[in-house]
């Protein structure tokens, strides 16, 4: 069932199903259908919008097991998220070791406990594998709980005289699914908006989710990209370009 709301602004509308939906503006997807002026001289503006669901996902959203790629044959390196995997996956320097143990004890606290191995060393970037049977708790929805995770053991990175150094958490391969999800949202939406010559709002992201999705968008013609809202979760809105589409 589609939910379709009208205000004389963007706003408006989505208040009005916020009011109706009984929910909070972040716990439901916006897309804007169209804006259309009328009355005397035209001041006066209706906006349309179609309300999408958490429940109600785009396949790029879902978050379901896939099978895991199949391992190199022979003697080809493997990769871990476009890094050579590292060779001891064992921590090796104080700093590897004093992040590694604050992941496992943070973990284990929660109640769920996870092994930690180093996925991949480079200059600036420290990758940790969490091996655990409850890795999609580790995760969360959307990876927050996995993002909350990672927050803290850059922290304490920085405690430990390496804050140059970001340390990358990731479980199942949940990183490289998620990137691979939103370069094909970014496809779909910029896709919708240049047939609709509307914008769309996105579901709220972390600065990484929202540059790869600016990134992917960048070079196409008549659509442009911008982050709204406040705090480390922003909103990514695409928009058309062209003259028939006014904010």
Not at 101 to 129: C, H
């Amino acid at each position: 069932m589609e939910r379709i709301f009208e205000g004389r602004s963007e706003q408006e509308a989505i208040d009005a199903a916020a009011e109706a939906l009984g929910l909070e503006q972040n716990e439901f997807e916006v897309e804007i259908l169209d804006t259309q002026k009328g009355g005397l001289f035209g001041l006066a503006k209706t906006v349309r919008i179609r309300v999408i669901l958490p429940g109600e996902p785009e396949p790029y959203y879902e978050e379901s097991a896939e099978q895991p790629a199949a391992e190199p044959q022979g003697d080809a390196p493997k990769r871990t998220s476009g890094f050579r995997a590292a060779e001891n996956p064992q921590p090796e320097t104080d700093f590897e070791h004093g992040v590694v143990d604050f992941v496992r004890q943070v973990t284990a606290k929660m109640g769920y406990s996870a092994d930690v191995v180093i996925m991949y060393r480079d200059e600036n970037k420290l990758g940790l594998r969490l091996d655990s049977e409850h890795a999609n708790i580790l995760i969360g929805r959307k990876g927050k709980n996995l993002d909350a995770l990672q927050l803290l053991a850059n922290v304490v990175a920085g405690t430990l005289g390496e804050s140059d150094v970001k340390i990358i958490l990731d479980t199942e391969g949940y990183r490289a699914r998620r990137e691979e999800q939103l370069i094909q949202l970014a496809h779909k939406v910029g896709d919708q908006v240049l047939r609709t010559r509307g914008s769309k709002l996105l579901e709220p992201m972390n600065p990484f989710e929202r540059r790869l999705i600016h990134t992917t968008l960048n070079d196409i013609e008549d659509i442009g990209t911008e982050s709204e809202g406040d705090g480390l979760y922003k909103q990514v809105r695409v928009f058309f370009r062209g003259s028939h589409y006014k904010r």
